[in-house]
């Protein structure tokens, strides 16, 4: 980094002691924009980067609640709403035992420039808590939710702030949480969250958009090589929302999806994943991966190392931050792999970015292949604004339209940056200097 760009991500690193992914995000982006921070000094003469790394507004919160046992619970709730330069805060709440401020605060972060890259009009947030509602009964994760959203209600909105789902929260936790919140307000405002069920108010295929969207820009990525999925066989980690629908959408592209994996191990099944059975196991049963393995012949569940230690040519990590490392990058290069398309955010290390480059291989960050989802819910929004509904078609050839035109600018500021090929650069100054630009013409707020 050069001195002045150095100088302010010091100040990042003073002023949020502790935050280590936060850091890691931070840095990655002022590491990747510093062509675009040469050509436009008016960047740095307007504090952008000391702005765009202090969020709007960080709400930490009391989450009570009584368990089945009768016994009190107190879990935190956090809500960063980082940056509303392009339009409402808008990000998931994730649900996960380790979640802490650094892990919220990298995620609201990337949501800025990854909403940005949509080209709709959202700004970034994030939020979550530290509960995880794994082995919780459905009234717990009820009695969670209605208390999570009691404090929530008063600082979101469907023009201010809207939350999604992330880990932990799918179409049931999105449910009691919009109940209560209607019950708070009396309004049937159905903008103020997205992901909800399609009875009310929830859009056709945000279901799959995240994972779809991930294969699709691999696709993308692949023709401009003049190649495509079909033949390829593709590595996935993780068993949620993401890694199921990338599963789905590269059969359906002719690949062959062989892994998938959770804390409990990696499942390998040469003969390409039995959808159905999986879709069985994680969305009806919620069971693990172990599950499908005794249900399927041929399947194996590993429990040491890392499912990126099985050859693949193309590695779709869709799990979570920081599951692929220097090493585990090198053992997929050895092994063959050509293509990697983050359905995760974040999920490949600094060193392992590093590696794929040196490799020169196709690699695309989170931030634009994961980008589907969110702007799904964009979709989701435009649909509830104007109270209509589209057919399970449209709303995908719009995705489908999304996806192809962040890849293609992703490409573009590559090239103007005089770095073609190179997503991580394409993707960061796209998404940053339309934040940026916008930030400008808003003033000094
Ligand atoms: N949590 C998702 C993401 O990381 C989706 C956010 C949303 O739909 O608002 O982008």
Redesign the pocket.
């Known amino acids: 980094m050069r001195e002045a760009v150095q100088s302010i991500y010091d100040g990042v690193l003073d002023r949020n002691p502790g935050q280590p992914e936060f850091h890691q995000a931070v840095k990655e982006v002022f590491e990747s924009i510093e062509p675009a921070l040469e050509r436009k000094p008016e960047y740095l003469d307007a504090a952008i980067l000391e702005r765009v790394t202090e969020p709007d507004r960080q709400i930490m919160f009391r989450v009570p609640w009584v368990d089945d046992s009768g016994k009190v619970q107190v879990n935190r709730g956090f809500r960063i709403e980082f940056s509303s330069a392009l339009g409402p805060y ?3 709440l994730r649900f996960r035992e380790n979640v802490n401020l650094s892990i919220i605060k990298f ?1 609201g972060f990337e ?1 800025i420039f ?1 909403n940005s890259l949509t080209g709709l009009a959202m700004g970034g947030g994030k939020g979550g808590s530290d509960f995880d509602p794994h082995g919780r009964s459905d009234a717990e994760v009820m009695r969670f939710c209605q208390s999570f959203m009691t404090e929530l209600a008063r600082h979101i909105g469907p023009s201010t702030d ?5 880990i932990g929260v799918g179409g049931r936790e999105i449910g009691y949480m919009f109940g209560q919140y209607k019950r708070l307000r009396n309004s049937y405002d159905a903008g103020v969250l ?2 909800k069920g399609l009875a009310w108010g929830g859009s056709l295929v945000r279901t799959e958009a ?1 994972g779809y969207g991930t294969v699709l820009f691999a696709q993308s990525m692949l023709a401009t090589k003049g190649e495509s999925l079909e033949g390829k066989k593709v590595l996935v980690s993780g068993a949620g929302n993401v890694a199921i629908y990338a599963i789905e959408k590269a059969q359906q592209l002719g690949a062959t999806p062989i892994t998938f994996s959770d804390s409990s191990g990696y499942v390998v099944d040469e003969a390409g994943v039995d959808l159905e059975l999986l879709k069985q196991v994680k969305e009806v049963e919620r069971g693990r991966v172990a599950d499908y393995v005794e249900r399927r012949p041929g399947a194996r569940l590993v429990t040491g190392g890392s499912v990126w230690d099985v050859p693949g040519d193309v590695a779709l990590p869709c799990a979570t931050q920081n599951e692929l490392d220097g090493d585990a990058a090198n053992t997929l290069l050895r092994g063959g792999c050509g293509v990697v398309s983050e359905g995760a ?1 974040m999920p490949s290390t600094p060193e392992a970015v590093e590696a794929f480059q040196k490799a020169g291989i196709l690699f695309a960050p989170g931030k634009a292949a ?2 589907g ?2 702007a799904t ?1 964009a979709l989701e929004m435009e649909q509830n604004a104007g109270r209509t509904r589209w057919d399970f078609a449209t709303a995908e050839a719009k995705l489908t339209g999304i996806m192809t035109d962040i890849h293609d600018s992703c490409v573009a500021a590559a090239e103007e940056y005089g770095r073609p090929g190179d997503y991580v650069l394409g993707a960061n100054a796209a998404g940053f200097t339309r934040v940026a630009d916008v930030m400008i013409a808003h003033g000094i707020v």
Do not use: E
């Not at 809207?162 to 992330?166: F, K, N, Y």
């Open positions: 808008k990000g998931g995620l949501q990854k809207v939350p999604a789902g992330d997205t992901g995240t955010n994961n980008a989802g969110v819910s």
